[in-house]
């Protein structure tokens, strides 16, 4: 090869060396999907995500309802609402969540805002045996609830759960008449929140159901269909646009 071709020969290799490393390098996926293919039953539905975020200005926790005001990677929809709510996505749901702080947007009353509720709190206005067992027999010198009662019942003796809010609700009748709404009193998210942070936390989260006990589990946590339904029609009749009267699903689905 005469010389002064030996620049070129060097500048093509290096130029094609590029274009080789270009072409077999995946692109990075957009942070913000343009469009979203949602498939149901009723119809496939095309999102289109840029629409909503760009043009109609809408904050990601519009929709993305358990979303703080500038997280850049909020949940999908799915991971929260199931198709349908089986016992298999309850156990897969588990592992979808990339951080653990993301578990408190449902489970929100798993710690006592005060763990250390006891003595000092209820000393002067409560005698041992208001919490404690009055029969020695059973207690002979007062101990920590959770030495005898364990998370679930067994056999006669009752769940710690059960057994503490019997001795509460003695003295505490009015939190328990307010139901869930009287929960805050004892039990906090921001409380739950900041047990997270602190890697306090097993993941062993009490039932839906064993506190909403008035409710069904889908009446809990809606399923699919009944978020998003309400999620984008609630906001089409509040801003008065798009469909959301009976009779336009077509203007959404198609088949």
């Excluded at 071709?5 to 692109?27: C, E, H, K, Q, S």
């Amino acid at each position: 090869m005469p010389k002064r071709y030996f620049p070129i020969a060097v500048l093509t290799g290096i130029l094609a060396a590029v274009a080789l490393f270009g072409y077999m390098t995946p692109t990075k996926s957009e942070t913000t999907p343009v469009r979203i293919l949602m498939d149901n039953a009723g119809g496939k539905v095309i999102f289109n995500h840029v629409a909503h975020t760009r043009d109609y200005g809408a904050a990601c926790e519009t929709c993305h309802h358990e979303t703080a005001a500038g997280d850049t990677e909020p949940l999908s929809c799915g991971q929260c609402h199931g198709a349908n709510v089986t016992d298999a996505w309850v156990k897969e749901h588990q592992t979808s969540f990339t951080k653990d702080l993301q578990c408190a947007t449902c489970h929100h009353v798993e710690f006592a805002k005060d763990h250390d509720w006891g003595h000092k709190m209820h000393e002067d206005i409560a005698s041992c045996t208001d919490c404690h067992h009055a029969d020695t027999n059973i207690e002979p010198e007062p101990t920590n609830c959770a030495d005898c009662h364990q998370a679930e019942a067994d056999g006669k003796m009752p769940a710690l759960r059960d057994a503490v809010h019997v001795k509460c609700q003695s003295c505490h009748a009015e939190m328990f008449e307010a139901q869930l709404k009287g929960c805050s009193n004892c039990h906090g998210e921001v409380n739950q929140k900041e047990a997270l942070k602190a890697g306090q936390m097993d993941k062993k989260f009490t039932k839906c159901t064993s506190c909403h006990t008035d409710k069904g589990v889908t009446e809990v946590i809606p399923s699919r269909m009944t978020a998003l339904h309400a999620s984008c029609m609630g906001c089409h009749e509040k801003q008065d646009a798009g469909p959301y009267k009976k009779g336009e699903c077509n203007q959404c689905h198609f088949r």
